[in-house]
């Protein structure tokens, strides 16, 4: 699953410079993730950068776009190899 960002965020500027695939940018109110680029930092990290720096823990998963594990290393390779 790719993540996504709640209307809970505060806009603190913290996560958009720890995505290492730069899937978050500032959305029209809140920041937003975008689902073809957001691989949950697999191949990059254990675990979602995002979520270990949000301050008010806005960033769960998106039930809209589940993927798996091996879905999101395939993305991985994808877009790192460009």
Do not use: F, W
């Amino acid at each position: 699953m790719s993540l996504m960002i709640t209307d809970e965020c505060i806009n603190c500027d913290v996560c958009e410079p720890e995505c290492p695939n730069n899937a978050i940018s500032p959305g029209e109110e809140i920041y937003v993730i975008d689902p073809h680029l957001c691989t949950e930092c697999v191949g990059h990290y254990d675990e979602p950068q995002c979520q270990q720096v949000c301050p008010v823990d806005c960033i769960p998963l998106d039930p809209g776009h589940e993927e798996s594990r091996d879905q999101l290393m395939e993305k991985y390779k994808l877009i790192t190899a460009a």
